[in-house]
């Protein structure tokens, strides 16, 4: 299998495309074709554990990887106890038509964790493929959840080293310490005396600078990146669709064959676009429903055709949704325009200069054949934690609430009561004082700090609080760098030397 760029250029193999991360047009890397997966062989998948699923999915994307470099990258991230469910990512009811793919259940208690668990071993594979002997460096600006996730997916993996600049006042308390009490060898974190902008601003100077390319290579490093446009990260993303459908054909709640609808919370369109890619490879999918909280520039794009990003920026309580630029997006454009990179390319150029563009009706209706989209707002997101807790007993974080908002929203709107698969991306715990609002009110959350909200919320839920959640309080600080705006470079050479 070889891959383009979404704006037209290159031809690379997978262990290339995940070792570059973005094409040198600018462009995301997009496989040639889609493999096909028949009906049989997800009837088949039904029979195996998650990390045969992943196996099997998997290898028709690597081809250039060994069937026993697969399975080692697998079970090196699926197996060993990292993640704290058997099933890895399991299917559970909500409703006689709902049921939630829980993907919290890995260290960091996000869904990047299911990509991020993998990328570090595909990137090793990847660099002795191509012969590259350096050790791979990644470098990674956060606004919170990727830095943890990176941090922990690329701890102590050989060849490989995590440097992650997080905004100095940018990120809640739970975060910092998530990610300042990281071990491992091979891990740094460093404080940006500025905000998301500027850390991630600096970070893409440092890929930018040959200077800094040069600075590394004398120290025997490369530089590569984990963001969510690395076609390593999407590919681990596609398994879990399939396994989610598998689940249900098992479980005797669909017949092989039958259409289930997704819907999914979205940021920067990452984990929807994998179920685009599930579906074109054969999985018998309905709807894809894209959730978004009350920035909803892509439910202003799927209804009108036109992205635009001259729009107010809203924090809300589902921060890893608040976005303005869904980069993933581009993917599913370069599919809308029939795989025509220099029309992907012209949309871009007016993205950047005008800050906006148009894909007109015909391609705004085939969109609309596959996707629908709805967005929910910080009141709606806690109604519905009160909802689901109250009538179905479920407790969800409130990424996950906004999409079961907007999953109500459609099937009044359509009338469609086909089985619907609710992706969760985060733990309740994650955020646990929105959660205690919105199933006990806001009085209850107001006076207590991060870890009492999480207390209180395992007593009024009786749902355990995660390990990861409880032995926080008691790690210790191992990384205190900060750095000034200018001088990331330095800071990032300055913890290599030290
Ligand atoms: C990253 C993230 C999202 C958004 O996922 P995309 O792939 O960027 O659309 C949603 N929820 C949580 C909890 C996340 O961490």
């Known amino acids: 299998m070889s891959f383009f760029s979404t704006r037209g250029g290159s031809c690379v193999t997978a262990s290339q495309a995940i070792l570059r991360g973005l094409a040198q047009d600018g462009g995301l890397y997009v496989p040639a074709m889609f493999p096909s997966v ?15 699923r992943a196996q099997e999915i998997l290898k028709l994307y690597l081809e250039d990887f060994s069937s026993s470099e697969i399975s080692q990258a697998v079970s090196a991230a699926y197996g060993e106890d990292r993640f704290d469910d058997p099933a ?5 009811p909500l409703d006689e038509s709902t049921w939630v793919l829980e993907l919290f259940h890995g260290p960091t208690l996000a869904f990047k964790d299911m990509a991020l668990q993998l990328l570090p071993h595909l990137t090793v594979a990847s660099a002795r493929k191509n012969g590259e002997k350096r050790e791979v460096s990644i470098l990674v600006a956060t606004s919170g959840d990727t830095g943890k996730a990176a941090l922990e997916g690329f701890r102590d993996v050989p060849g490989t080293s995590c440097t992650v600049f997080y905004p100095q006042d940018g990120v809640s308390d739970v975060q910092r310490l998530q990610m300042v009490t990281t071990g491992g060898s091979n891990t740094h974190v460093i404080a940006v005396k500025g905000n998301f902008d500027d850390a991630q601003t600096g970070v893409k100077e440092l890929f930018g600078s040959e200077a800094f390319a040069a600075d590394m290579d004398r120290r025997g490093k490369v530089l590569s990146s984990a963001n969510s446009i690395n076609f390593g990260r999407l590919v681990p993303q596609v398994v879990y669709y399939f396994s989610a459908y598998a689940d249900l054909v098992a479980r005797g709640a669909v017949v092989c064959g039958d259409p289930v609808n997704f819907c999914v919370p979205t940021g920067n369109f990452g984990n929807i676009l994998a179920a685009y890619y599930a579906h074109q490879m054969g999985l018998p999918v309905g709807k894809l429903i894209c959730a978004s909280n009350r920035n909803n520039v892509l439910t202003d794009f799927f209804t009108s055709g036109t992205y635009s990003t001259h729009r107010v920026f809203f924090k809300t309580m589902s921060p890893s949704m608040d976005i303005l630029v869904s980069s993933n997006l581009e993917r599913l454009l370069f599919e809308a325009a029939d795989r025509d990179g220099a029309l992907v390319k012209a949309w871009m150029k007016t993205l950047k200069e005008c800050g906006s563009y148009s894909v007109g009706d015909q391609r705004r209706e085939w969109l609309e054949s ?9 009141h709606a997101t806690l109604e519905e934690i009160s909802l689901r807790f109250r009538q179905d007993h479920y407790l969800m974080d409130t990424h996950t609430a906004v999409a079961s908002s907007v999953l109500r929203q459609y099937r009044l709107a359509a009338g469609d009561h086909t089985p619907c698969v609710v992706v969760s991306t985060a733990s309740p715990y994650k955020f646990s004082r929105d959660v205690l609002t919105g199933i006990a009110g806001p009085e209850r959350s107001a006076s207590l700090d991060a870890f009492s909200c999480s207390e209180e919320l395992e007593q009024l839920s009786g749902v355990p609080m995660p390990a990861q959640v409880r032995g926080l309080r008691n790690l210790p600080v191992r990384h205190r760098a900060e750095c000034e705006v200018g001088e990331m470079g330095e800071a990032v050479l300055h913890a290599f030397d030290s």
């Open 38 to 52: 028949s009906l049989q062989q997800i009837a088949e998948l039904s029979q195996m554990p998650y990390s045969r």
């Open 88 to 92: 890895i990512a399991p299917l559970k």
């Open 370 to 378: 596959l996707f629908w989209a709805g967005c929910a707002d910080d």
